[in-house]
């Protein structure tokens, strides 16, 4: 019998401009654990970050080492939405993020899938925080 394909995504890396700017923004605006920081020499280090109580993926905050890498920063995605932070509870983390000064840019809104608001990150970078109607699979 063959053996079944599993495979995931493990790690998605952000171009960030500061190492510890991101760590600080994302540990303390959004609340992730800083899973792994190892100095690799040579002003390169190995972050990893994770939203709380995360089971999937990881953010590797990458320091942009080139002028072709920080021209990216803050538009990897040429102005659409990056990254899709899902939650059990909208309304905790909307709250709790606006109290910590993250930018939002519109008005949480109800669509047939969820409850969901677009911010920012701290170089502009376009996240959706999302609530599903349903569990995800």
């Known amino acids: ?23 600080e923004f994302y540990t303390q605006k959004l ?5 792994e920081d ?8 190995w972050i990893q970050v994770s939203p ?6 990881n953010l590797l905050l990458a320091q942009a080492s080139s002028d072709e890498q920080r021209q990216v920063i803050g538009n990897q995605t040429g102005g659409r939405v990056f990254l899709f932070l899902q939650t059990n509870d909208f309304w905790r983390d909307y709250e709790a993020m606006k109290s910590k000064g993250v930018v939002f840019t519109e008005e949480p809104r109800v ?4 409850t969901v608001v677009v911010f920012q990150d701290l170089y502009g970078n376009k996240w959706d925080l999302l609530q599903l109607n349903r569990a995800p699979n």
Do not use: C, H, W
Request: proline share 4%; glycine share 14%.
């Open 1 to 23: 019998m063959p053996q079944l394909v599993k495979q995931q995504i493990g790690i998605v890396a952000i171009v960030v401009e500061n190492y510890d700017d991101a760590i």
């Open 31 to 35: 609340q992730f654990t800083l899973v």
């Open 38 to 45: 190892t100095d690799l020499g040579g002003g390169k280090r």
């Open 52 to 57: 709380p109580n995360s089971n999937g993926t």
């Open 111 to 114: 669509e047939e899938y969820g």
